[in-house]
């Protein structure tokens, strides 16, 4: 068994679903912050956002929701890199699906996608894959 398989799951699971609270904070805070602030145009602070977002996650879960931080982080930002990806159209197609077929608000599809694809992708994969 892996060291990271070796956290506990209850602990690993609250503290990574934490570490993605703290995210989203960064990534929409600096949205807000980019935009009104600085005066960058909104779809460059959104990628800002994104990219600082994924960045507090990803060292906020290899040091403390999966204690990887004996392995090396080279291979780790990969597989990260990787299920971010996924995750990314995953999201994109579950918004998507929930607002033109169901008939659900964008804002609200995006809610309910997020959650779903953070407990059933996201989370699985890091636990067994990106932190392993």
Known sequence: MSESIS?????AFGRAQIASLAAT???????????EVLGVWYVVSTGLGAL?????????????SF??????WGPQARRYALVSGGSLGLNM???????????????????????LVGLLFNFPLHRRYVFK
Not at 52 to 64: C, E, H, K, Q, S
């Open 67 to 72: 204690e990887a931080s004996h392995l090396e």
């Open 7 to 11: 956290v506990p799951l209850t602990r």
């Open 52 to 64: 600082f977002g994924a960045i507090t996650n990803f060292v906020l879960n290899r040091y403390w």
């Open 93 to 115: 197609l579950g918004v998507y699906t929930f607002t033109e077929f169901l008939g659900v608000k964008y804002g609200l599809s995006k809610v309910l996608t997020s959650l």
């Open 25 to 35: 904070a960064v990534d929409f805070g600096t949205l807000f912050f980019a935009t």
